[in-house]
């Protein structure tokens, strides 16, 4: 409920500004078609602006911040929600405005979307939606799947758009009355501000962590698990929460970028342990760091599971999504902790099982801890019978799924198909595009 709340919130504030513009408005702006066109036209400039402007400020990362949200990616989830209607409602903006003038002419309509005089304002916003269409293009896939570093550098024209939009509002002068357009445009523009210079400068001066590899395992073939020892004040966290972890080798690719791994150790181990499998560049060049390396650590981030948890529970991991999973099981091992936990690992062969014999051995050892291996060559896809067979009071259990996406689109079908409410379903993807 709570988190339902949160992202509302975002909503509201983004609609704030539409709301003021509807109560403020003059009763004949819905007098005929023209001027109900022309008002809405207006109401979408002033909704996306805002909506814009609040998926700007949702874009930083304040560790602990995205708890609220259920997490960073659930967070991040609302965030591009924010920014695909707000691109759309501006989208919208000058065709609407343009279709008010039709009645008087069809050149009356060009003028108003390509003005020949006197059009700096008009331009502007164009630059703007311009802007807008290029760094949200790989979020719609519309050129195909873009990497991970690209899609970052192309993000970063989203504050020239913020910015164009908001002097093309304030250049004409008519999105709310004075002072009303004032008050909240100067106020989500400076919180957007603030939060583009926490993003870009003073995250990397406050929250960054400073560790050496201490340690490295190679659990399978192109998968590491990093040992790393703090060089001065350790991170603190919680079983299955993730880090951005930026290397400093320059002779391996991805030098100084950073990239999202779920920390696969428990809060008091000697050794921050992330364990990452080779899926790009940079997480395969990872696979060759040597000892004695520094990286950066900054986080933790995300919300997969509660700091404090009683409910009968059901895991589901695929691939390197083990590590959440991993990282939470071997916490309540060391506690030895009262559980009641049932675990499907899905994954294509044996060979593929990260840590399974340690699982194995965290089962015999875990009063409650059950783990059962599904083997997609050897059982087939997971469906509702093998879910039921393996965990027969499903219905009283918090299911957990963490794997790649079509994984995760199947766990959580096959539950709710079973019956398990989606209240008691929770996710956790690295999908950032």
Known sequence: MRQIFAHSILWIIGLLPTLVALCLMPFDSFGDVAAVLNTLGRLAGIAGLGLFLVAAITSFRVVGFDTWFGGLTKLWKTHHL???????????????????????????????????????????????????????????????????????????????????????????????????????????????????????????????????????????????????????????????????????????????????????????????????????????????????????????????????????????????????????????????????IDMIYCVQDEARALFADELGGIEKTLDGFSLTLHYFYQHGPLDTDSLRYHCPDILDRKVYICGPLPLIQLAVRLALAGGVPRKNLYTEEFDLL
């Open 82 to 340: 924010l920014g695909a209607v707000a691109f759309l409602l501006l989208l919208a903006h000058p065709l609407l405005l343009a279709l008010a003038n039709v009645r008087i002419s069809l050149d009356s309509a060009v003028v108003v979307l390509l003005p020949k005089e006197n059009g700096t304002a008009t331009w502007v916003g164009w630059g703007s939606l311009l802007s807008m269409m290029i760094f949200l293009a790989p979020s719609f896939a519309f050129f195909g799947r873009s990497g991970y570093q690209r899609w970052k550098k192309l993000h970063r024209l989203s504050g020239l758009a913020a910015l164009l939009a908001v002097i093309h509002t304030l250049m004409l002068e008519r999105a709310l009355p004075y002072p009303w357009g004032e008050i909240i445009w100067l106020v989500l523009i400076t919180v957007a501000g603030i939060s583009l210079v926490y993003s870009l400068v003073l995250k990397r001066c406050s929250g960054e962590y400073r560790y050496t590899v201490e340690n490295i395992d190679h659990p399978a073939n192109n998968v590491v698990e990093l040992g790393l020892h703090a060089e001065g004040k350790s991170l603190s966290y919680q079983p299955g929460q993730f880090v951005y972890l930026t290397h400093h080798e320059k002779e391996l690719a991805g030098c100084g970028e950073e990239h999202p791994y779920t920390l696969s150790s428990v809060p008091d181990d000697p050794l921050t342990r992330i364990t990452i499998k080779a899926l790009g560049d940079t997480s395969f060049a990872v696979q060759q760091i040597p000892v004695g390396s520094r990286v950066s650590l900054n986080g933790p981030y995300g919300a997969f599971f509660p700091q404090h948890n009683h409910d009968k529970e059901l895991w589901i991991a695929g691939g390197i999504g083990i590590t959440p999973f991993l990282g939470r099981a071997r916490y309540l091992a060391n506690c030895q902790a009262q559980v009641d």
